[in-house]
T-cell receptor, first 114, second 110 residues
Framework: DAMVIQNPRYQVTQFGKPVTLSCSQT?????MYWYQQKSSQAPKLLFH???????NEADTPDNFQSRRPNTSFCFLDIRSPGLGDAAMYLC?????????????FGDGTRLSIL | GQNIDQPTEMTATEGAIVQINCTYQ??????LFWYQQHAGEAPTFLSY????GLEEKGRFSSFLSRSKGYSYLLLKELQMKDSASYLC???????????FGGGTRVLVKP
């Protein structure tokens, strides 16, 4: 039944070692978002894809990249993870960029950095 | 810029009513969402307000006043499973990008 699926649920990587988080959706939504949520804080938007168009937030570090090879999949790449990148990473989708479209979230991937 | 303020934590008794306030200051506004997030889980959509007034959905209601930059989420007949964080999120005028408040953790006690 899960419509936005994130794998894995828990990811451990080493300081400086590249890591990729994945997200897939069965909703056929046009828009996919990546958020970072640190402990006891609000989710913070990193970037989003509207179809194939990539939209980066101004304050997203260059260390964070994303790929969307097709409608269903979107990846978050962290090139050189630092200790400050330990967080929950949430993927979300919406049907369109119309403002009344709720975003549907996956269960998140909790990233730990050793 | 955008400031979105919510209380950090609230405690209420099972069966009671709790009101979670959210105030916002934003350079553009085109709607406000409320999400529920249980610990370690994904946020789930509760409500959307873009016009002034009250939207009711079962035990949950959400209110918006655009002129005051104010919204609240009202939870009635509280159940233990309502213990969660409640996130207020504002949409800027351009696009469907959400900016979240810090969330309010609600603890329901027997």
């Amino acid at each position: 039944d899960a419509m936005v699926i994130q794998n894995p649920r828990y990811q451990v990587t080493q300081f400086g070692k590249p890591v990729t988080l994945s997200c897939s959706q069965t909703l056929n939504h046009n828009v996919m978002y990546w958020y970072q949520q640190k402990s006891s804080q609000a989710p913070k938007l990193l970037f989003h894809y509207y179809d194939k168009d990539f939209n980066n937030e101004a304050d997203t570090p260059d260390n964070f990249q994303s790929r969307r090879p097709n409608t269903s999949f979107c990846f978050l790449d962290i090139r050189s993870p630092g200790l400050g990148d330990a967080a929950m990473y949430l993927c979300a989708t919406s049907r369109s960029r119309d403002n009344n479209q709720p975003q549907h979230f996956g269960d998140g991937t909790r990233l730990s950095i050793l | 810029g955008q400031n979105i303020d919510q209380p950090t934590e609230m405690t209420a008794t099972e069966g009671a009513i709790v009101q979670i306030n959210c105030t916002y200051q934003t350079s553009g506004f085109n709607g406000l969402f409320w999400y529920q997030q249980h610990a370690g889980e994904a946020p789930t959509f509760l409500s959307y307000n873009v016009l002034d007034g009250l939207e009711e959905k079962g035990r949950f209601s959400s209110f918006l006043s655009r002129s005051k930059g104010y919204s609240y989420l009202l939870l009635k007949e509280l159940q233990m499973k309502d213990s969660a964080s409640y996130l207020c999120a504002v949409i800027k005028a351009a696009g469907n990008k959400l900016t979240f408040g810090g969330g309010t953790r609600v603890l329901v006690k027997p």
